[in-house]
T-cell receptor
Framework: GQNIDQPTEMTATEGAIVQINCTYQ??????LFWYQQHAGEAPTFLSY??LDGLEEKGRFSSFLSRSKGYSYLLLKELQMKDSASYLC??????????WGAGTKLIIKP | IAGITQAPTSQILAAGRRMTLRCTQD?????MYWYRQDLGLGLRLIHY???????GKGEVPDGYSVSRANTDDFPLTLASAVPSQTSVYFC???????????????FGEGSRLTVL
């Protein structure tokens, strides 16, 4: 079957760095997305990886290892507004997105 | 710049009633999607449309129908609502369909539906 494994919840301190890990199993692979979802709001796109390596975008970076079925999202210089759920979303060989419940990140002052 | 507009934002509905959730996008995206999100669960795909005039079933299509008469509009209809359809419904669009480019999804703000 297809599945995603992420921590249910993480806590970090304002100004710090946090890494959210994701392992996945899919039927084939056609890229992996990270989305941010604030409580009561819609998901918004953060990053996309299709090749191995690190993609950097401002305070956020995303890493992919296809051979290990592994990705992480790195958030630097954490701000209170980063409190949200972070969704690791791989895409399978049929271009179907696989959604999990995500990781709820709590930022403390 | 509107992006994707959903209506209504919130609705309480009696079981057995018919309900249509509206979704309109102004980005000329070819692909559109309807998801539901329940507490503690990931998004689940209800129906999708890769291009105007075509639709397909997602993971949880039972009790729902869609139409795609044109590029911009993708309404979701509950023919006879049941309490298990209480959920938050998100409409989304992308410019890829099944093409192998990024294909990030753009979401509407969601429609919170309660069926009593």
């Amino acid at each position: 079957g297809q599945n995603i494994d992420q921590p249910t919840e993480m806590t970090a301190t304002e100004g710090a760095i946090v890494q959210i890990n994701c392992t996945y199993q899919t039927s084939g692979f056609n890229g992996l997305f990270w989305y941010q979802q604030h409580a009561g709001e819609a998901p918004t796109f953060l990053s996309y990886n299709v090749l191995d390596g690190l993609e950097e975008k401002g305070r956020f970076s995303s890493f992919l290892s296809r051979s290990k079925g592994y990705s992480y999202l790195l958030l630097k210089e954490l701000q209170m507004k980063d409190s949200a759920s972070y969704l690791c979303v791989p895409r399978d060989s049929n271009y179907q997105l696989i959604w999990g419940a995500g990781t709820k990140l709590i930022i403390k002052p | 710049i509107a992006g994707i507009t959903q209506a209504p934002t919130s609705q309480i509905l009696a079981a057995g009633r018919r309900m249509t959730l509206r979704c309109t996008q102004d980005m000329r995206h070819n692909a559109m999607y309807w998801y539901r999100q329940d507490l503690g669960l990931g998004l689940r795909l209800i129906h999708y449309s890769n291009t105007a005039g075509t639709t397909g079933k997602g993971e949880v299509p039972d009790g729902y129908s869609v139409s795609r008469a044109n590029t911009d509009d993708f309404p979701l209809t509950l023919a006879s609502a049941v309490p298990s359809q209480t959920s938050v419904y998100f409409c989304a669009s992308s410019d890829s369909g099944t093409r192998p480019n990024t294909g990030e999804l753009f979401f509407g703000e969601g429609s919170r539906l309660t069926v009593l």
